[in-house]
Antibody, heavy 118, light 108 residues
Framework: VQLVESGGGLVQPGGSLILSCAGS????????MTWVRQAPGKGLEWVAN????????YYVDSVKGRFSISRDNAKNSVYLHMDSLRPEDSAVYFC????????????WGQGTLVTVSS | EIVMTQSPATLSVSPGKRATLSCRAS??????IAWYQHKPGQAPRLLIY???TRATAIPARFIGRGSGTEFTLTISSLQSEDFAVYYC??????????FGQGTKVEVK
């Protein structure tokens, strides 16, 4: 299993960014996918997840209405659309594949860094 | 939201000794808990799921126990590669999934 994130970078407060995560070596369309972040010096925080077919998604309260998770199973990819970014959104963002039967995070990417600063 | 509380924040242990980490859930979560190991600059690694099931290729020295609200992760004989931060995470019923704040296991 391989997960590779991309799209991180420096963005101004109030700006937008789209993170991508490409999965390989597994049947992407049969797993829930998740985004988790780690702010500098802080612990892990679950951000959002999306069902196998994209029909359901959930978010942590702090990003509701600003972030949107989506997926393209034809491209084996999951995305995190981030709008109205705040300095407190600065973090390394990891994508992860959930377990086949439960929402633990079985495989992880290496992460992509998002910095929100003027 | 279920709050996961880990203790202690830091655990100082000599190589070869046993380490026991604790995680308490703010409400009953059955066995719906996972444990992860995280080293700086690396992806987190799943160690334990369903409270006590070791993930693929995880050594037998990692032992998860508990149910309901009280859980432990024991590392029976610490190896050099085990010094890291450990997190618990619940996945009971529906999101938001939450992590504990982490326990750092350091060399004594």
């Amino acid at each position: 299993v391989q997960l590779v994130e991309s799209g991180g970078g420096l963005v101004q407060p109030g700006g937008s960014l789209i993170l991508s995560c490409a999965g390989s070596r597994f049947t992407f369309s049969t797993y829930w996918m998740t985004w988790v972040r780690q702010a500098p010096g802080k612990g892990l925080e679950w951000v959002a997840n999306i069902k196998e077919d994209g029909s359901e998604s959930y978010y942590v309260d702090s990003v509701k209405g600003r972030f949107s998770i989506s997926r393209d199973n034809a491209k084996n990819s999951v995305y995190l659309h981030m709008d109205s970014l705040r300095p407190e959104d600065s973090a390394v963002y990891f994508c992860a594949r959930e377990g086949s039967t439960s929402s633990f995070f079985e495989y992880w990417g290496q992460g992509t860094l998002v910095t929100v600063s003027s | 939201e279920i709050v996961m509380t880990q203790s202690p924040a830091t655990l100082s242990v000599s190589p070869g000794k046993r380490a026991t980490l604790s995680c308490r859930a703010s409400q009953r979560i059955g066995s719906n808990i996972a444990w992860y190991q995280h080293k700086p600059g690396q992806a987190p690694r799943l160690l334990i799921y369903d409270a006590s099931t070791r993930a693929t290729a995880i050594p037998a020295r990692f032992i998860g126990r508990g149910s309901g609200t009280e859980f432990t992760l024991t590392i029976s004989s610490l190896q050099s590669e085990d010094f890291a931060v450990y997190y618990c995470q619940h996945y009971n019923y529906r999101p938001p999934w939450t992590f504990g704040q982490g326990t750092k296991v350091e060399v004594k």
